[in-house]
């Protein structure tokens, strides 16, 4: 229901009633508006975001001085919960800090020393922060590892567990399942709702190592490529807008001929093998 909501326009020629009608949702949950951040918070998080896709090793602390190097003096408490906010941590070596009771969700990394040779042989799947004019919204998006292509993805405004399953089941009914599904060790991923989903549909579970920048290295630079591409360059005003503009995007991404492929598009590799 949370997603339906993304599609209302109030500008649309349709009545706010009869989109909700179509929609099938509750009119009252159009007009609800859930306190959120400042616009002060809204452009820190927004800078810390763009500082953090060019530097993935920024901590607390590194992100303090790079805002100092900016004239923007703000306290570490303030960093860290914004940043725990935007679902981002700093990837460095250290020990594993996984609060008790998800260890034991906890899954290998799989595809180290693997050879992949087919579509639909592994995928991977993460989640980011986007930010927009008058707020941001959370981008989950798989991709399919060796022809680099989008399978499929999804726009919410929050980072609950159900809707990393949405999205993987919606692919799965569009392209087959994955023999391996990847992932980081996020608290999405390592929770009984997302382990007994995979186990479920027969997939096999592969999950990066903590702290390793380079084992789900894919999508994290596809997030990269649509960041600096498309959404720092065309802030959006609102979530249909987000919707539109990154559908559009992964249209032109999958269609686009890749260097790393050889000069191949993604949807020409894996279409034509699926």
């Known amino acids: 229901m949370k997603e339906r909501l993304l599609f209302i326009d109030k500008n649309h020629e349709l009545s706010v009633r009869k989109q909700t009608e179509l929609l099938e949702i509750n009119r009252s949950t159009v007009y609800f508006k859930p306190k959120g951040e400042s616009d002060e918070n ?18 607390v602390e590194g992100m303090r001085y790079e805002l100092l190097d900016l004239g923007l003096k703000y306290g570490s408490r303030k960093i860290r919960r914004l940043l725990r906010k935007m679902g981002i941590e700093a990837i460095y070596p250290k020990k594993n800090l996984s609060r008790r009771g998800l260890v034991q969700y906890v899954r290998p990394y799989l595809l180290r020393g693997l050879k992949i040779e087919r579509v639909n042989q592994v995928w991977a799947i993460d989640i980011t922060y986007i930010p927009m004019k008058d707020g941001f919204m959370y981008l989950t998006a798989i991709i399919d590892v060796y022809s680099r292509y989008i399978v499929g993805w999804q726009i919410s405004n929050t980072l609950e567990k159900e809707t990393q399953t949405a999205v993987l089941e919606a692919a799965i ?7 391996i599904m990847n992932s980081d060790q996020g608290s999405q991923y390592t929770c009984e709702h997302w382990i007994e989903f995979l186990k479920e549909q027969g ?39 987000l919707f539109s503009g990154v559908a559009k995007f992964v249209a032109k991404y999958n269609n686009t001929r890749h260097q790393g492929l050889n000069g191949t598009k993604p949807t020409e590799l894996y279409t034509k093998a699926a």
């Open 42 to 59: 809204l452009k820190l998080m927004r800078i810390m975001d763009e500082n953090f896709t060019e530097d993935p090793t920024l901590g």
């Open 203 to 241: 997939i096999k579970v592969s999950m990066d190592g903590k702290g390793r920048a380079t084992d789900n290295a894919f999508i994290e630079r596809w997030f990269r490529t649509l960041k600096q591409k498309y959404i720092y360059l065309h802030p959006v005003e609102n979530g249909l807008e």
């Open 173 to 179: 009914k569009r392209w087959g399942k994955p023999e």
